[in-house]
């Protein structure tokens, strides 16, 4: 019995129907799709130390870690953006952008504008209180930034970098938490469009992983261990 390749032929005649041979460049671009990043395609907001770009960061206890906000907007333009920020609050003090510990009384943003939306109106700049009502859990300390472009010829912008960075001081003693770009129906971290109406969300990269230990303060090795260990003598 000849196969043939139709099925209603195949119905028609009672012939055995033969497999379906795509075509090999089919299965290739299938698989290169499936290897593309998600993020590939999407708008991305994620956390990382800036002098290192790490999402895990060991420190010493007492040190101070500054911490960027980086956006890749992909192929999109965009005129601004809000997020939210949550840090453990037993564990971590935020700086404000004078060094000072924040101070709920006291009109002073956490967050210095970084280079991707420089020049943006900043509409919030702040760490909720204590007793706002939208706070999810009271371990958190909460931190929201927002900023829009006027309108303008430049209004729209886009590619990737550093759109807000902001300071922490880790605890005198060992200790371990992360630190987290934040995302519920209430707390929502989005792109504003450049036509300054239309948003998008984000999708949100890794939490940032700090460990604070006294084995990671830097010692003194080679020659200077040997003269400690002879003045201990």
Known sequence: M???????????HGKKLM???LPRVTGWALLLALS???????QVLRLAQQTTDAVEVMAAPGDTVTIDVRADLGSQAASGLRF?????????????????TMVRN???PPFVQ????????????????????????ARWQMMEYAA??????????SGSGIVASFRIVCPPTPAAGTIAIHQDPIHESQLVMADGLTEKPFLLGTPLAIHVDVET??????WADVKLEMRSK
Do not use: K, Y
């Open 2 to 12: 000849t196969p043939v390749r139709n099925l209603q032929t195949a119905i028609n």
């Open 19 to 21: 497999p379906l041979q």
């Open 36 to 42: 593309v990043p998600i993020w590939a395609h999407s």
């Open 84 to 100: 939210f920020i949550r840090v453990p609050r037993e564990d971590f003090v935020i700086l404000d952008t004078s060094n000072r």
């Open 106 to 108: 006291v009109v002073s």
């Open 114 to 137: 970084g280079h991707l939306f420089r020049g943006a109106v900043e509409v919030r700049n702040d760490v909720l209180s204590d007793t706002d009502p939208t706070t999810v859990d």
């Open 148 to 157: 829009l472009l006027g309108p303008a010829a430049e209004r729209g912008r």
């Open 217 to 222: 303060v830097v010692r003194p090795t080679g």
